[in-house]
């Protein structure tokens, strides 16, 4: 921990693995934070968990910065060193594996919740002071402060307020900070599904006419965990279907490429939405994470796109807090997230439908995609995390 000279008290709210992760960063600078929370601690059990991220380099790294990518049980972790995409409706394909930019993996498949109850245990042991089962019920901005107030009627008075609560963040809605929206329309449903041969630390992705299904590796061989983005519709027909006819429609998506599956868990759906901050800054309070921005998860990069705001704002207070340097880290990061939601809407929009024309120029873009060195090269870079 180092010695500040003049060391900040900083709020942040929020402990998911956004907040959870500035948290600790900031306190490892030496500044005295508060880590408030309206939960509890993530609990996990045997079980692979529902919900998980593919994280890329640059997220992992901060982790091992943070304290916490060391205690992660290594059998919750899939590595992954390959990638497959290809679409169902064409013949268009491209594959690449971690050795073609030598790299030892493309990055990993963690479960949320295990890392978030680790990232917690690591801010405790840091010496943030964790606030959990209350929620932040109001603010406002006072001199150069701001007042917290907590549901149980608890203030605190802080040097900065970071909002890392979320897609939905009240802090944001009560900073009345403006937001640019749109529906995708998609639902994604998630699953953990058992395969018949092992997933090879392979991360596939298949677009269906009515959206993309991916195909996770966990830790075990034979799990992988899915994420199926499917148009509302569709996605109200697969989540009222009994498990035989989501299996069997799952296992015709699958081209066959893992063998016969098994559902090995409960089926949860979550409403796709993309939106963005057009502020990211009001005085001394920021937000972060989700609450900034929220993209579509088939390129599975939101939590990518926050850790990246995580690592340029660390850099931030490391080297000097002041408005003009929290407006650089708004510009460089809200040209990154802004970056992203394009990429996605562009995928989106080329993979979903069927129109002849549209097929037969998503399988020549593929297949060019898998033969020209520098296109396959700028997927991976983006797989890696190096575009974040
Ligand atoms: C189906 C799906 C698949 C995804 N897959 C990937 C992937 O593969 N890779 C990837 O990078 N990203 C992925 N994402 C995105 C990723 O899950 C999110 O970007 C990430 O979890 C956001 O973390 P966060 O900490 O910003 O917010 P959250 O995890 O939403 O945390 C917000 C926290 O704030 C708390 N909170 C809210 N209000 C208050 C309050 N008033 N007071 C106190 N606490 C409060 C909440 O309880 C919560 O714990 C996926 C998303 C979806 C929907």
């Given at each position: 921990?180092?010695?500040?000279?003049?060391?900040?008290?900083?709020?942040?709210?929020?402990g998911?693995m956004?907040?959870?992760?500035?948290?600790?960063?900031?306190?490892?600078?030496?500044?005295?934070?508060?880590?408030?929370?309206?939960?509890q601690?993530?609990?996990?059990?045997?079980?692979?968990?529902?919900?998980?991220?593919?994280?890329?380099?640059h997220?992992?790294?901060?982790?091992?910065?943070?304290?916490?990518?060391?205690?992660l049980?290594?059998?919750?972790?899939?590595?992954?060193?390959?990638?497959?995409?290809?679409?169902?409706?064409?013949f268009?394909?491209?594959?690449?594996?971690?050795?073609?930019?030598?790299a030892?993996?493309?990055?990993?498949?963690?479960?949320?919740?295990?890392?978030?109850?680790?990232?917690?245990q690591?801010?405790?042991?840091?010496?943030?002071?964790?606030?959990?089962?209350?929620?932040?019920?109001?603010?406002h901005?006072?001199?150069?402060?701001?007042?917290?107030?907590?549901?149980?009627?608890?203030?605190?008075?802080?040097?900065?307020?970071?909002?890392?609560?979320?897609?939905?963040?009240?802090?944001?809605?009560?900073?009345?900070?403006?937001?640019?929206?749109?529906?995708?329309?998609?639902?994604?449903?998630?699953?953990?599904?058992?395969t018949?041969?092992?997933?090879?630390?392979?991360?596939?992705?298949?677009?269906?006419?009515?959206?993309?299904?991916?195909?996770?590796?966990?830790?075990?061989?034979?799990?992988?965990?899915?994420?199926?983005?499917?148009?509302?519709?569709k996605?109200?027909?697969?989540?009222?279907?009994?498990?035989?006819?989501?299996?069997?429609?799952?296992?015709?998506?699958?081209?066959?490429?893992?063998?016969?599956?098994?559902?090995?868990?409960?089926?949860?759906?979550?409403?796709?939405?993309?939106?963005?901050?057009?502020?990211?800054?009001?005085?001394?309070?920021?937000?972060?994470?989700?609450?900034?921005?929220?993209?579509?998860?088939?390129?599975?990069?939101?939590?990518?796109?926050?850790?990246?705001?995580?690592?340029?704002?660390?850099?931030?207070?490391?080297?000097?807090?002041?408005?003009?340097?929290?407006?650089?880290?708004e510009?460089?990061?809200?040209?990154a997230?802004?970056?992203?939601?394009?990429?996605?809407?562009?995928?989106?929009?080329?993979?979903?439908g069927?129109?002849?024309?549209?097929?037969?120029?998503?399988?020549?873009?593929?297949?060019m995609?898998?033969?020209?060195?520098p296109?396959?090269?700028?997927?991976?870079?983006?797989?890696?995390?190096?575009?974040?």
């Amino acid at each position: 921990m180092k010695q500040l000279n003049r060391a900040l008290n900083i709020a942040v709210i929020g402990g998911g693995m956004i907040g959870l992760s500035t948290a600790i960063g900031l306190r490892q600078q030496g500044h005295h934070v508060y880590l408030i929370e309206r939960g509890q601690q993530p609990q996990y059990s045997d079980e692979p968990e529902l919900r998980v991220s593919a994280l890329a380099h640059h997220s992992r790294d901060l982790l091992k910065q943070l304290g916490a990518w060391q205690q992660l049980p290594v059998e919750r972790l899939g590595p992954y060193t390959g990638m497959h995409v290809w679409d169902q409706d064409s013949f268009g394909s491209i594959e690449f594996t971690a050795a073609e930019v030598a790299a030892d993996d493309l990055g990993a498949i963690v479960e949320n919740k295990v890392l978030e109850h680790v990232l917690w245990q690591q801010a405790l042991t840091v010496g943030v002071q964790v606030i959990a089962g209350e929620a932040v019920v109001a603010h406002h901005h006072q001199d150069n402060q701001l007042v917290i107030t907590l549901a149980g009627q608890r203030h605190l008075t802080v040097d900065y307020m970071i909002a890392a609560d979320g897609a939905a963040s009240p802090t944001r809605a009560r900073e009345k900070l403006p937001l640019t929206y749109w529906n995708y329309e998609q639902t994604g449903i998630v699953a953990v599904v058992r395969t018949e041969h092992p997933h090879q630390g392979i991360a596939r992705q298949v677009f269906l006419p009515t959206g993309p299904i991916a195909w996770l590796p966990l830790g075990d061989a034979q799990l992988v965990s899915i994420v199926w983005s499917a148009d509302d519709a569709k996605a109200q027909e697969l989540l009222a279907a009994d498990e035989r006819s989501f299996m069997n429609q799952l296992q015709a998506a699958s081209d066959q490429c893992l063998g016969r599956l098994e559902l090995a868990s409960q089926r949860a759906a979550f409403p796709l939405k993309m939106q963005y901050a057009q502020r990211w800054v009001s005085g001394r309070l920021l937000v972060i994470g989700d609450a900034a921005h929220a993209i579509h998860p088939l390129a599975g990069q939101g939590a990518n796109l926050g850790f990246g705001d995580v690592i340029a704002l660390l850099r931030v207070f490391e080297a000097g807090v002041n408005p003009r340097t929290l407006r650089a880290w708004e510009r460089q990061r809200k040209a990154a997230a802004v970056t992203m939601i394009g990429a996605m809407e562009g995928f989106k929009r080329g993979f979903s439908g069927s129109h002849p024309v549209l097929k037969l120029i998503r399988g020549f873009g593929l297949r060019m995609g898998d033969r020209i060195p520098p296109l396959k090269r700028f997927l991976i870079q983006t797989a890696l995390g190096e575009t974040h």
